[in-house]
């Protein structure tokens, strides 16, 4: 069975603190695994994927994530936390590239 | 390029009433995959089409929920009759092609429609 475990539901961090969200996966097979960012009353936005390729994933906005297959992890990251970047965040994983089963996110808060 | 459209964008509707939301992917995008997202949980995927064929719909629970894209491009989502667990947001997206599961095409994800049912 596939599934995504998000730690943290809520993650507050300091404007120019580092952002760590944490994500850990079950696939069967090598998965491809995605962030996606959600704003307000919004759509989902792909900030990152991985896709089999380079294990640091470089995504928009300043977001880089790493596939660590032997933790079954794919963390997302940031070094410096703007406040734009107060949003919800889902990571994603699809093992074959066609289905996506999300985590249950997590909030960002940015405190100024 | 145009986005992912829905409609509406909000909906209130008492339990057992029906109600419909709309979708038109991005033009040239044969993969349409609605999606409900409860409040504080991900989004799950409800049913995927490929151009106008149902890929899964495993998750769609048929006893009230149906779907149709009957000329391969927008979609409609249909619940009758609605539950008070029906209440969230429906998310539709679409992408290029998912007829190669080796293969991955990015979902582009319209701006929903959130449901409250009374």
């Known amino acids: 069975a596939q599934s995504v475990t998000q730690l943290g539901s809520h993650v507050s961090v300091s404007e120019g603190a580092l952002v760590l969200l944490r994500c850990n996966y079950s696939s069967s097979v090598p998965p491809y695994l995605f962030w996606y960012v959600q704003y307000p009353n919004q759509g989902l936005q792909l900030l990152l994927k991985?896709?089999?390729?380079?294990?640091l994933v470089k995504g928009i906005n300043g977001f880089e994530a790493e596939f660590k297959k032997s933790e079954t992890s794919f963390h997302l990251t940031k070094p410096s936390a703007h406040m734009s970047d107060a949003a919800e965040y889902f990571c994603a994983v699809a093992p074959t590239g066609n289905q996506f089963y999300f985590g249950t996110g997590t909030s960002l808060t940015v405190i100024p | 390029e145009a986005g992912v459209a829905q409609s509406p964008r909000y909906k209130i509707i008492e339990k057992r009433q029906s109600v419909a939301f709309w979708c038109n992917p991005i033009?040239?995008?044969?993969?349409l995959y609605w999606y409900q997202q409860i409040l504080g949980q991900g989004p799950k995927l409800l049913i995927q089409?490929?151009?106008?064929?149902?890929?899964?719909d495993s998750q769609l629970p048929k006893d009230r929920f149906s779907a149709e894209r009957l000329k391969g491009v927008d979609s409609t989502l249909k619940i009758q009759p609605a539950k008070l667990e029906d209440s969230a947001v429906y998310l539709c997206?679409?992408?290029?092609?998912?007829?190669?599961?080796?293969?991955?095409?990015?979902?582009?994800f319209g701006p929903g429609t959130r449901l409250t049912v009374l």
């Open positions: 089409f490929q151009n106008n064929g149902v890929v899964d």
């Open positions: 033009s040239g995008h044969a993969t």
């Open positions: 991985y896709t089999s390729a380079a294990t």
């Open positions: 997206a679409s992408s290029l092609d998912s007829t190669w599961l080796l293969s991955y095409n990015e979902q582009f």
